[in-house]
Nanobody
């Protein structure tokens, strides 16, 4: 069982920055593929970013150049640095873990077995 706890959300003005953190339990965090997703009111959950155990990354087009996903295996934590935030980034942000034996880049939520509770990000115009 893997537990995920997100933090770092909040209210920020457009153009501002936030850094989300996701702390994971488990002795083999370094082998997990980790992802960030978001869900805005009335919309489906969408992929934001992924970092594999080998540190390969992929982003949704709308955040490329603004968001950066990273991981600190010594702290069992994955981060999402969000810069130049826009009102359309407003959503609940979720981290997800895939502790499976095969590491691969995917934008599908079906890849992940474990999810955090989410953290609210609100960007005002």
């Amino acid at each position: 069982q893997v537990q995920l706890v997100e933090s770092g959300g909040g209210l920020v003005q457009a153009g501002g920055s936030l850094r989300l953190s996701c702390a994971a339990s488990g002795r083999t965090f370094s082998s997990y593929d980790m992802g960030w997703f978001r869900q805005a009111p009335g919309k489906e959950r969408e992929f934001v970013a992924i970092i594999t155990s080998g540190r390969s990354t992929r982003y949704v087009d709308s955040v490329k150049g603004r968001f950066t996903i990273s991981r600190d295996n010594a702290k069992n934590t994955v981060y999402l640095q969000m810069n130049s935030l826009k009102p359309e980034d407003t959503a609940v942000y979720y981290c997800a873990a895939d502790p499976g034996t095969r590491s691969y880049l995917s934008v599908s939520s079906k890849k992940y077995d474990y999810w955090g509770q989410g953290t609210q990000v609100t960007v005002s115009s």
